[in-house]
C-alpha cells in the first residue's frame, strides 16, 4: 500500500523558514518523481516544486524560485522542501504525492496523495 504522510507544517512570521518532509513507504521510491502541492482556503491545488527519479531532476513554481528547495534522501525514503523567506501568500496546506510526471507538476497527473500539513505565514 502506498502511503505519503507529511510533516513540518506549522505557524512562521513573514521572513521565516519551515522544511516540510514526505515520508513514503509502499513503491520503489527510486523509480518515481515527487511532488509537492498546496491548496490555500478558496483556490485550486497547485504543483509547488517536484523532484524526478534517478538525477533528481528539479522544477518550481514561479513564485517559489529561488526561496523553495527541493531534495530526496533514497536511502531514507524521504523527499523535503525547504521554504525561505516565506510570505503570506504561502499561507495553504501542502500536500506530496507520486507517480506523476516532473517538470511541470500538475495534480491530475499524480495517483498517489498525503493527507497534507498546513503552513501558516503571518504577516
Do not use: H
Request: charged share 20%; glycine share 14%.
Amino acid at each position: 500500500e502506498v502511503q505519503l504522510v507529511e510533516s513540518g507544517g506549522g505557524l512562521v512570521q513573514a521572513g521565516g523558514s519551515l522544511r516540510l518532509s514526505c515520508a513514503a513507504s509502499g513503491f520503489t521510491f527510486d523509480d518515481y518523481a515527487i511532488g509537492w502541492f498546496r491548496q490555500a482556503p478558496g483556490k485550486e491545488r497547485e504543483g509547488v516544486s517536484c523532484i524526478g527519479s534517478g538525477d533528481g531532476n528539479t522544477d518550481y513554481t514561479d513564485s517559489v524560485k529561488g526561496r523553495f528547495t527541493i531534495s530526496r534522501d533514497n536511502a531514507g525514503n524521504t523527499v523535503y522542501l525547504e521554504m525561505n523567506n516565506l510570505k503570506p501568500e504561502d499561507t495553504a496546506t501542502y500536500y506530496c504525492a507520486v507517480n506523476g510526471l516532473c517538470p511541470r507538476p500538475r495534480p491530475y497527473e499524480y495517483d498517489y496523495w498525503g493527507r497534507g500539513t498546513r503552513v501558516t505565514v503571518s504577516s
